[in-house]
């Protein structure tokens, strides 16, 4: 960035204030194109695509999870060199938004029939106008980098010709078909719906024992249920074949109670001879166990229910009633005949709509389905042989419970918002006819088509997502690049919506996995762990507290601590603790930049580095490595919380403390190098910190002496071996820890701040240019007046405090300021604390079974923990025994 656009400090506020800055940066990134993307040939690609909001919804913490994570790997691999594309795009949501139209409709006085399909689609369409693109405006708030010249909608002209191809090649090769099929129907959304879309609640009810009696009363039998509504379409009860008790009435008939309808016995292995009586009542059309014995035993299908969830006039009497209402009258009819034996309180998993949780009705109804096994093979293959991973690991077994048990997918929906299935009917000669593009008419006999009413399962086209957003049918450059794409991140719970329907249609339409990696995260949950819903109204407004506390310390909050795959607790505080951080982050910057001034760097004179410089640069190389490597292996909150405790502790708290002296010592030169190391070290970690906070950072970034335009195109710290002192770090860590703990004392004595005292370091010859070099550090982080350093004890004062570090021991005359007799209780104290190590210590060394089973490198950082007590043992002892003289 030229001198002349950069940001002066005079402009840089004293304190941090997000919601000036992140709007403002967000409209320069994206009207600067920063976030656009292109075939490159120079650039090896890295490619995510949105798992698309649907078009009805509203931001909310899932939401700022997902795109949070998908953030930080497109703005990290931006930085690493790859020509990133993070493709956006909104799904139409056929359930969801024609509950919204319909209900903006009825505000109006007006039904779906009252307007007709036609007008229905033009108030849908003219709804999505309106609200769809809240959502989209909502990630910008979060800082999406997402390419939005490249945003889709699942409906939109390239999406909707790619779906219609997939369904018309899938029908002509026999891998979709249309039948009569035991389905999940909801009676509220009156549709019907795949098993992916069916929720499982456990919920309390009763088990009806109910009595079926031969048509002379010479035999009975008693089937129990759990719906004794659907005693209603009952065409058979079925005993196992090998069931003794049963054997010699097989093939005779019973009578339905209450409706007098003779049904036969039968028999079917799926009976277990076992569990309850032995025999089950068959009903075909309402269960999906009962519509496979009824096929194999070849019972009539009788349904009883219509679509809204009432009996239907094949109930008698019982027509009109709804499903909930029938059931307590027939249970009281039952009671009445004699037929009900017994009830008993039984709680059993019931299906409910994904969408508006009524209880599922299993129903027999003409649908379309996708024989989808052949689909389901290789993408089966894929994952087991590793060509896709999953991240982490564990949830494979998710994904391989699913496709080994998967079950024809019904794709029919019966709305009308959506993909309309590309299939008619002859009104002449009855053919069907299905064909990417409308047919004039029947090619069989010329008559006339209807075409089919129903639309396709929303999750169908977000199947085709990778490939359909990137062009295809077409042979575009898109495709060409960037599929299959790089990485799907996504949360655990569309392993089967969405992510295994993905890799059966890339596979199959494109002949190639959609994507390499599947990154899982988990819920976001409320601070006790329940899942947020607005019926606990526990849900927490993203957009609220971006406002609140902006949207880099709700990225934070949302990343840190909290593993891949696993749920996440909220926590306001984490939320106020990450806003703490990027103030924290904001003033260590503005002094840098105020020392600075318009002073000329000339870059790092390494022969003027001395030990503070040289551990600085060592913890930012090792902070470097490991967070890439973090990144990498998308342990992203490893990654952010190294970032976060280098920055806090090791840059703001000990090193620009240490550069202090220099910046306002007289020497020019040293001033200079600090200023330079300040400002390298404070790049590079805005940098590694910019996919997490990529707002504060910028803001910053762009007001650095030899910054570019943006951070987010600026080159990912790199780790850089010359830049490694090990010797100088853990010397440094010593001294560190010498005043850690002479800080620790002087709080213990109530010594005040201001109070200076002379410091003798007692270490051995080998250390002493290391803490003679530490003697300004003392001076300046632990109160010391003056530093002598010396390699024995005599000649100190008897009374001083002492504390003991690897460094060597630090000695305090300060009789005047400290009572005696608490020193040596402080001591005792130690003592034991350091006994306790060692015991532990030796306890694993003396343990045959850790020693054969311990790594060598775990072993030895024993021994070396061992030894480093036994020696501050003795050094305690003999500070005891100068005390008690």
Not at 707 to 720: G, H, N, V, Y
Not at 840 to 856: D, Y
């Amino acid at each position: 960035m030229c001198e002349h656009c950069r940001p002066d400090l005079d402009q840089m506020p004293k304190t941090y204030d997000p919601s000036s800055v992140e709007d403002r940066l967000y409209r320069e990134w994206e009207e600067s194109g920063y976030f656009h993307s292109a075939p490159n040939p120079d650039k090896e690609p890295y490619c995510i695509v949105i798992p698309p909001p649907n078009v009805t919804g509203q931001l909310h913490m899932g939401h700022a999870l997902d795109e949070t994570m998908q953030d930080i790997l497109i703005r990290y691999k931006r930085m690493s060199g790859y020509e990133t594309l993070w493709l956006p795009g909104t799904d139409h949501a056929s359930i969801a938004t024609e509950v919204k139209v319909v209900e903006k409709l009825a505000k109006e006085g007006l039904t779906k029939k009252d307007v007709g399909r036609e007008g229905f689609l033009e108030h849908a369409w003219a709804w999505k106008r309106e609200y769809g693109g809240r959502i989209v405006s909502q990630l910008r708030k979060l800082g999406s980098s997402c390419d939005w010249e490249r945003e889709r909608f699942t409906m939109d002209e390239g999406c909707n010709r790619a779906v219609i191809k997939v369904f018309v090649d899938l029908y002509k090769k026999g891998l979709i078909y249309r039948g009569d099929r035991i389905v999940n129907w909801c009676p509220c959304c009156k549709t019907a719906l795949s098993n992916a879309e069916v929720e499982f609640e456990e919920q309390p009810s009763n088990l009806w024992h109910v009595r079926y009696d031969a048509p002379d009363k010479s035999y009975s039998i008693i089937c129990a249920t759990t719906r004794p509504e659907t005693i209603l379409g009952d065409t058979g009860v079925a005993v196992n074949p090998n069931d003794p008790r049963y054997k010699d009435i097989v093939g005779k008939t019973v009578v339905v109670p209450i409706v007098d309808r003779e049904i036969p016995i039968v028999a079917d292995e799926y009976v277990e001879m076992d569990f309850g009586t032995g025999a089950v009542k068959i009903t075909p059309s309402h269960d999906p166990n009962d519509f496979e014995v009824g096929l194999r035993c070849g019972l009539p299908q009788m349904c009883v229910f219509t679509e809204d969830g009432h009996i239907n006039e094949l109930g008698g009497k019982y027509e009109g009633l709804t499903t909930t209402e029938c059931r307590k009258v027939f249970v009281e009819d039952l009671k009445e005949c004699g037929a009900l034996v017994k009830i008993e309180p039984y709680a059993h998993n019931v299906g409910t709509c994904y969408r508006c949780h009524t209880t599922i009705e299993p129903m027999v109804s003409k649908q379309w389905f996708v024989a989808i096994k052949t689909l389901a093979e290789p993408a089966l293959r894929a994952v087991e042989d590793g060509t896709i991973k999953f991240v982490p690991e564990r949830y494979v077994q998710t994904y391989y419970n699913w496709m080994r048990n998967i079950r024809d997918w019904c794709i029919s929906r019966q709305l009308w918002w959506g993909h309309r299935i590309p299939a008619w009917y002859c009104e002449d000669c009855g053919a069907t006819v299905v064909e990417e593009t409308e047919p004039a008419c029947c090619p069989h006999c010329g008559g006339k088509l209807t075409q089919d009413e129903d639309v396709l399962d929303t999750w169908f086209s977000s199947g085709m997502w990778p490939f359909s957003t990137l062009g295809w049918p077409e042979k575009t450059e898109e495709l060409k690049y960037y599929y299959p794409t790089s990485t799907l991140a996504t949360g655990y719970d569309l392993i089967f919506f969405w992510i295994a329907r993905m890799i059966m249609f890339g596979l199959y339409a494109m002949d190639e996995i959609p994507f390499h990696t599947v990154f899982l995260h988990g819920m976001v949950r409320d601070e006790i762990g329940r899942k947020m819903s607005k019926s606990l109204g526990n849900g927490i407004d993203p957009l609220e507290i971006i406002k609140e506390y902006g949207a880099d310390s709700l990225r934070f909050a949302l990343t840190s601590g909290t593993a891949a795959g696993t749920d996440m607790r909220y926590s306001q505080k984490k939320v106020e603790a990450a806003r703490n951080f990027c103030n924290k982050v904001y003033n260590a910057s503005r002094f840098v930049l105020m020392n600075l001034g318009g002073l000329e760097l000339g870059g790092i004179d390494r022969s003027m580095l001395d030990i503070a410089d040289k551990w600085i640069l060592h913890r930012l190389n090792e902070v470097v490595r490991d967070t890439t490597g973090n990144i990498d292996s998308f342990d992203l909150n490893l990654a952010v919380d190294k970032v976060y405790s280098f920055i806090w502790t090791e840059f703001c708290d000990w090193y620009i403390e240490m550069a202090k002296p220099r910046l306002y010592g007289d020497d020019e030169a040293a001033k200079r190098n600090v200023l330079s190391i300040l400002v390298h070290v404070l790049s590079n970690s805005l940098k590694l910190l910019h996919p997490f906070m990529p707002f504060i950072t910028e803001d910053i970034y762009q007001r650095l002496p030899g910054s570019e335009k943006t951070i987010m195109l600026s080159a990912w710290p790199k780790f850089d071996e010359s830049l490694l002192f090990p010797e100088e770090a853990d010397a440094m860590e010593q001294l560190m820890d010498m005043v850690r703990q002479i800080r620790n004392v002087r709080a213990e004595m109530n010594v005040p701040p201001s109070k200076r005292a002379h410091t003798t370091v007692v270490t051995a010859p080998e250390n002493e240019d290391i803490c003679r070099q530490a003697a300004a550090y003392l001076n300046k982080l632990a109160g010391a007046s003056t530093v002598d350093v010396r390699f024995d004890r005599e000649g100190i004062d008897k009374n001083a405090v002492s504390v003991v570090s690897r460094l060597g021991e630090a000695f305090i005359p300060m009789k005047e300021l400290i009572d005696v007799e608490k020193e040596l209780e402080r001591l005792d104290k130690e003592v034991k604390r350091w006994e306790g190590e060692a015991a532990r210590a030796s306890g694993k060394l003396g343990n045959p079974g850790f020693m054969a089973k311990a790594p060598e490198k775990v072993v030895a950082d024993e021994r070396a923990k061992l030894e480093n007590a036994q020696e501050m043992l003795k050094k305690l002892a003999a500070r005891l025994a100068d005390l008690k003289g």
